[in-house]
């Protein structure tokens, strides 16, 4: 069975500070793996995904995720946080080659950017 | 915005009742899929359909089904509600075939509280 684990409940940085936003993954084969934000009152956004091409993904709004499979890991990065980056962020995994678009979401990482 | 959109956003149902909540896919989209969102947590697959058949299914009971329509719109409907079925329902749109290759848009939800 497919899941992720998000490592981090809640992540508070000041604006201009990196974000590292943790997610770990668990799969018997090669996922894919997204990252979606979820703004209050608004529906989800994709942020970045990645399918086996190139290991580092550039995603929208400066995020950036890096695939490493020796670790099981998928982290989200972004080198200076925004106070619009304030946001639910959920780190994703879906089976390859599956018959249907099934999502599997992590629990979320709530982040707080301090002024 | 997305080009997916629900209703209502908001309803307040009594247990025991059936709801029914509505989605209009993105043009061009033949494939649904349904999502709840308990609070605090992320989102779980529901269902999904294609071309008017549901073709998977999450770990949901009976009681939730669904319709898709020739326009590709489509229904989540929930029989005999329980307290616990109060959550974010998300609706999202997509092409056929996995998610490595589509890209997955979601409306903003019909929050559903049941009293």
């Known amino acids: 069975a497919q899941s992720v684990t998000q490592l981090d409940s809640h992540v508070s940085v000041s604006e201009g500070t990196p974000v590292l936003l943790r997610c770990n993954y668990s799969?018997?084969?090669?996922?894919?793996l997204f990252w979606y934000v979820q703004h209050p009152n608004k529906g989800l956004q994709l942020l970045l995904k990645?399918?086996?091409?190139?290991?580092l993904v550039k995603g929208i709004n400066g995020f950036e995720a890096e695939f490493k499979k020796s670790e099981t890991s998928f982290h989200l990065t972004k080198p200076s946080a925004h106070m619009s980056d304030a946001a639910e962020y959920f780190c994703?995994?879906?089976?390859?080659?599956?018959?249907?678009?099934?999502?599997?979401f992590g629990t979320g990482t709530l982040l707080a950017v301090q002024p | 915005e997305t080009g997916v959109t629900q209703s209502p956003t908001h309803l307040i149902k009594t247990r025991g009742q059936q709801v029914t909540l509505r989605c209009s896919s993105q043009?061009?989209?033949?494939?649904v899929s349904w999502y709840q969102q308990a609070l605090g947590q992320g989102p779980q697959f529901i269902f999904q359909?294609?071309?008017?058949?549901?073709?998977g299914r999450g770990n949901f009971p009976p009681r939730f089904s669904g319709l898709q329509f020739p326009n590709y719109s489509s229904e989540l409907n929930v029989n005999a509600l329980e307290l616990d079925d109060s959550a974010l329902y998300l609706c999202?749109?997509?092409?056929?075939?996995?998610?490595?290759?589509?890209?997955?848009?979601f409306g903003e939800g019909s929050w559903l509280t049941v009293v």
């Open positions: 999202a749109s997509s092409l056929a075939g996995d998610s490595a290759g589509n890209t997955i848009y």
């Open positions: 799969s018997s084969y090669s996922p894919s």
């Open positions: 990645y399918t086996s091409a190139a290991t």
């Open positions: 994703v995994v879906s089976p390859t080659g599956g018959a249907t678009n099934k999502l599997i």
């Open positions: 043009s061009g989209h033949n494939t």
């Open positions: 359909y294609y071309r008017e058949e549901e073709n």
